[in-house]
């Protein structure tokens, strides 16, 4: 390191006088350590300037040169008006599997949402069912509406896809209409998180990590707790069986969230 003091004002006094050489006392050798201090004639001021000889040769290693980079990414930018100008790194095969889970979320929720309907019947008159069944439908629409929102994020283009006619009637011989419909809910909830992973398998694939981090981090975890509840109904309802014991575990879904709080 070679260390040299250079006066604060001019290199020339207030009277035109060669204030002589800017470094005194240098070293030749680079490993050297050398201090002079050098007062001019009108300030008493001074600057310490630091230097290594090998300072002058160019700076190797550098991985990142904006300007050149982002060159190459304004080919990327599209000009035609009907082409996304946020799609990046967003495969064809990504976009029409979140395509088809979409269509999956709305088949499910269709499917809850006459189960709604047929508990509310008057002369089914099952309340808390009815609930549950309208808040699962619900959710189940949320989650295709995120997926939309999604797929716009992505710079894809939503395609909905026709949505199949599910059952009105519930009623079974065996088994009653309660744990029929709560069987075939889980059925249903199963059935979804089978869909969900083949669209993470998708992500995968295609080395999405933003579409892979947002099915796992928004669905897969709820998608199992609910597997787990619904579970748990079943072998309630199982236990009851058809008669009485399903008033009360139909009083238990109506007065669900009343218990919580309390």
């Known amino acids: 390191m070679l260390l040299k003091a250079s006066p604060a004002f001019a290199l020339l006094s207030a009277h035109g006088d060669n204030l002589g050489p800017l470094f005194s006392s240098v070293s030749s050798s680079p490993n050297t350590l050398s201090l002079s201090i050098l007062r001019g004639k009108v300030s008493t001021g001074f600057v310490v300037c630091a230097s290594k000889g090998a300072t002058d040769k160019p700076?190797?290693?550098?991985?990142?040169?904006?300007?050149?980079?982002?060159?190459?990414?304004?080919?990327?930018?599209?000009?035609?008006p009907q082409v996304s100008?946020?799609?990046?790194?967003?495969?064809?095969?990504?976009?029409i599997a979140l395509n088809e889970q979409i269509n999956?979320?709305?088949?499910?929720?269709?499917?809850?949402?006459?189960?709604?309907?047929?508990?509310?019947?008057?002369?089914v008159a099952?309340?808390?069912l009815a609930k549950f069944f309208k808040e699962s439908s619900l959710e189940e629409r949320e989650h295709a509406e995120k997926?939309?929102?999604?797929?716009?994020?992505?710079?894809?283009?939503?395609?909905?896809?026709?949505?199949?006619?599910?059952?009105?009637?519930?009623?079974h011989v065996e088994k009653g209409?309660?744990?029929?419909?709560?069987?075939?809910a889980l059925s249903l909830e199963k059935l979804t998180n089978e869909k969900l992973l083949k669209l993470h398998s998708v992500a995968e694939q295609n080395h999405?990590?933003?579409?892979?981090?947002?099915?796992?981090?928004?669905?897969?975890a709820e998608q199992v707790e609910a597997i787990?509840?619904?579970?748990?109904?079943?072998?309630?309802?199982?236990?009851v069986g058809k008669g009485h014991g399903v008033w009360h575990f139909n009083q238990m879904l109506l007065h669900e969230e009343e218990t919580v709080v309390a």
Not at 104 to 123: G, L, P, T
Not at 151 to 164: A, C, D, H, P, W
Not at 177 to 184: F, K, N
């Open 59 to 80: 700076l190797t290693g550098v991985v990142f040169e904006p300007f050149e980079e982002v060159k190459k990414e304004l080919n990327l930018v599209p000009t035609a």
């Open 228 to 239: 787990k509840k619904i579970s748990e109904y079943v072998a309630q309802l199982r236990r």
């Open 85 to 95: 100008l946020a799609r990046q790194k967003y495969s064809d095969e990504c976009e």
């Open 104 to 123: 999956v979320e709305y088949n499910v929720s269709y499917v809850y949402h006459a189960m709604f309907a047929y508990f509310d019947r008057d002369n």
């Open 208 to 220: 999405d990590v933003q579409l892979t981090d947002f099915i796992e981090s928004e669905f897969l």
């Open 177 to 184: 209409d309660a744990l029929y419909a709560m069987e075939l």
């Open 126 to 128: 099952l309340k808390g």
């Open 147 to 171: 997926l939309m929102e999604y797929q716009n994020k992505r710079g894809g283009k939503v395609k909905l896809q026709s949505i199949v006619m599910p059952l009105s009637e519930f009623d």
